[in-house]
C-alpha cells in the first residue's frame, strides 16, 4: 500500500472497496478524478496577466471543487462536483492505481468482465 500523501483526506467507501469481490464494487461503474497540477504554459499568462484557466481542487477524497478567478457573491459557493474518488495534484500514480484500477485488474485476472478507461486530453497525465 502507499502512503496518502494527505493525511486529513477522507475516501469514500467506494474509493477502497477492501477487495474486488465487494458487492458495492463489483457491477457497478466508479468514476474516479485525477486533477493534474498546471504545465508551464499554463502557469505563465501572456504579457505577464494571471492565466486564464480553470483551477480546480480534491476536496474530502470525493469532492472536486472550482477556484473561481473571480469573487463570489456573499453566500454563494464554489461549483463543486461529487465523484467515487477524487486524486488530488499530490496524489502519485500507484494511489490512483490502488484505488481506481487494481480491484477491476484482480477481478479480471480471475474471470470476472471488467474495463478500465481514461478519458482526458492529450497529454493531461491519463
Known amino acids: 500500500d502507499t502512503k496518502d500523501p494527505s493525511p486529513g483526506k477522507k475516501r469514500s ?3 477502497n472497496p477492501g477487495s474486488s469481490d465487494d458487492a458495492d464494487a463489483l457491477g457497478r461503474i466508479f468514476v ?3 486533477i493534474r497540477p498546471l504545465n508551464a504554459r499554463e502557469l505563465s499568462g501572456d504579457d505577464g496577466k494571471q492565466p486564464e484557466v480553470a483551477v480546480f481542487r480534491a476536496m474530502d477524497g470525493n469532492k472536486v471543487v472550482e477556484q473561481p478567478r473571480y469573487q463570489l457573491p456573499e453566500g454563494a459557493a464554489a461549483p463543486a462536483w461529487e465523484a467515487d474518488a477524487v486524486f488530488g495534484e499530490g496524489d502519485g500514480n500507484a494511489n490512483v492505481y490502488s484505488a481506481a484500477a487494481k480491484p477491476v485488474v484482480s477481478a479480471v485476472l480471475r474471470g470476472i468482465n471488467g474495463t478500465v ?10
Open 13 to 15: 467507501k467506494a474509493a
Open 32 to 34: 474516479a478524478v485525477r
Open 117 to 126: 478507461m481514461a478519458y482526458g486530453q492529450t497529454s493531461s497525465g491519463k
